[in-house]
């Protein structure tokens, strides 16, 4: 396999692939595919929506291995018609490709992908442009590490039940799942369920451990199945028809990859906290969490509020919603972030 050598991310080779459905000489109805190639990994990035502000939000999928058009549905769609989305597909995900070893699929070099993407569109649609980052779950965990690389380039910063201490979730997941399961047993709702959960937690070893960790993430999503069984969350809606954008067999094999390197081989949520590190983020933030978010639970976007050296921050509950409020509360979501880009652009 042949390696190439960049000595900064100023002399990235950017391949710009460019099957461009926009208008002729106007940014307002964008319907671009570029391609960003970055040590040894081409990866495409889905810029659509209003660019007439040349604003554009770049946003970080989760996954590890998740599709970057994956977020699309009824609050993208209205903030496509105020502004410009990127919707990035990273390395070792979707419908990126790469001949690139396993030394090459790091946070580390994931964080250096997405500040060569903001220089792709730099490129693109002229310096004046203007960015801010969303990442969403493993997304906020890459987004951090962007942004500890290098904030200069973005007005804002946008987390959504992100995981910005993957090492911590062990405990926070035990602590959780313990009250969500007392609660509703007060309550009287699905008892033998949450009994059952109980009894799960009761023989998790107390000191964190992958095996154990892989069964509580799993866990985590029938709890939040249950809760919206029984009235807790809104039924999220369906997001837009992207298979048309992916070849399945591809994005399924990328998926699968990319977890297994950097959840598996590398145990990367067992060793990554940024929290003693958030106070190096200083551009305006927003947080946003479901408030029954059981598979990054509540906690972490109240440590990370807490924690974000920004003097513009801002933390949003969304009491009807889990791990993706984006597809639960749509419309609040979209008016949040409409609202914060409005503000800090």
């Known amino acids: 396999m042949k390696h190439f050598t960049f000595r900064s991310l100023v002399l990235v080779i950017i391949s710009l692939a460019i099957f461009a459905c926009a208008k002729e000489g106007s940014l307002n109805n964008i319907d671009d595919t570029i391609f960003v190639r970055h040590k040894n990994a081409d990866m495409p990035a889905y810029i659509i929506g209003n660019g007439d502000e040349k604003v554009f939000l770049i946003t970080l999928h989760g996954g590890p291995g998740d599709l970057g058009l994956g977020f699309r549905g009824t609050a993208f769609s209205e903030i496509e018609d105020h502004y410009a989305v990127v919707y990035f597909d990273q390395r070792g995900s979707g419908m990126s490709q790469g001949s690139y070893s396993e030394a090459e ?14 220089k792709v569109l730099r490129r693109k649609y002229g310096t004046d442009s203007r960015f801010f980052l969303l990442g969403h779950s ?4 890459l987004g951090t590490a962007a942004l500890l690389k290098d904030q200069s380039d973005f007005k804002g910063w946008i987390e959504v039940d ?7 979730l062990y405990d926070q997941y035990i602590t959780t799942f313990t009250t969500t ?3 509703q047993i ?13 009894e799960f937690v009761a023989q998790v070893d107390p000191v964190s451990n992958k095996n154990d960790m892989l069964e509580l993430n799993n866990k985590a999503f029938d709890l939040e199945a249950k809760l919206e069984e029984d009235g807790f969350l809104n039924s999220p809606e369906e997001g ?5 954008h992916y070849n399945l067999l591809t994005a399924i094999w990328n998926s699968g990859q990319i977890a297994h390197i950097l959840v598996d081989e590398q145990c990367l949520f067992e060793t990554t906290d940024f929290t003693n590190r958030l106070h190096e983020i200083e551009i305006p933030s927003l947080f946003i969490s479901g408030q029954f978010d059981m598979i990054v639970p509540i906690v972490s976007a109240q440590i990370a509020f807490e924690n ?16 993706a409020p984006l597809a639960s509360e749509p419309k609040r979501f979209a008016t ?8 800090n652009k």
């Open 186 to 198: 007060a309550l009287g709702n699905s008892v033998t369920f949450w009994e059952s959960i109980l």
């Open 336 to 343: 949040e972030v409409l609202r914060f880009i409005a503000a």
């Open 181 to 183: 399961a007392n609660t």
């Open 105 to 118: 699929l790091t946070l580390d070099i994931m964080a250096e992908d997405v500040l060569a993407l903001v």
């Open 240 to 244: 837009d028809n992207i298979i048309s």
């Open 308 to 323: 974000i050296g920004s003097t513009k921050k801002e933390l949003f509950i969304f009491e009807r919603s889990g791990h």
């Open 162 to 168: 992100g995981a910005n201490n993957p090492a911590g």
């Open 138 to 141: 493993w997304g906020g965990t």
